[in-house]
């Protein structure tokens, strides 16, 4: 056996058929050295259903591989400044304008934003300027059926000062808007970081969840057993609520980056 040609799963040329509990994507920028088109065709052979954080430029690409755009870049604003600074409004009203209708007509179901850092301002200052943007925005995703969703990061370790941190602000916002088409990008890795109780949180607000990302934590790399998030569990708790939107794969391969991404696969197809 051991004089035998390995084969690596990147290699792997059989398509993988899902259970389809969880529609698995992968984010974009993880994958930087690896060609769209060939990150694409490789997601589509092991069973994911999308391609998250691409620009508008890229959104047909997936398509041609039977995947989606699953989460678009619309002009929704940068991680240090967007929705919590009311000058911002206008341009991002203006991008949204521009580009949710191209997100429709493209087949991509969500678009990312984000608060913003505190820079000094309060917490409540700064949820009343988001809600009072997400107000100013939500016609224009619910005219056109596309998803606004807002992340939550940490502020413990990679975003300092980024206002949407934890869960029970971000809900607090996505609840005063009040529209099906605004919700909460959570973010496995960033929650874990900040306040853990996963599966409790996340099935409590599940109505106001749109999307997904993993990453293992610490580091954000792999999905495996250096990490202190039991992921299948996860899976298996967000498949229990009846969830239909997206999952995407956002950790950093510290391996073979295809490989990596197939195990997350495995490990997530509950």
Known sequence: MASLPSVSWSEQTTPVQRKGNIRQSVCRWCYQSTPLDKLCAYAAR?????VDLLNPKEWEVPTRYGLICS???????????ALNRTENHAKLEEAFRKNIPLAAKAGVPN????SGNRAGMSDEEGAKNTIAGLNRLKKIGEDHGVNICIELLNSKVDHKDYMCDHTAWGVRVVQAVNSPRVKLLYDIY????????LLRTIQKN?????????????????????QEVQWDAVMRGITATKYRGYVA????PSRDPLTSLRQAADLCDV
């Open 206 to 226: 599940i109505d106001w969840i749109g999307h997904f990302h993993t990453g293992g934590v610490p580091g954000r790399h792999e999905l495996d057993g250096t």
């Open 249 to 252: 794969h956002e950790f950093v």
């Open 111 to 114: 678009v990312i934003t984000f």
């Open 46 to 50: 092991i069973g994911l259903k999308g």
């Open 71 to 81: 989460m678009g870049y619309a002009g929704g604003g940068e991680i240090g400044s």
């Open 190 to 197: 960033h929650m874990q970081i900040m306040e853990g109780d």
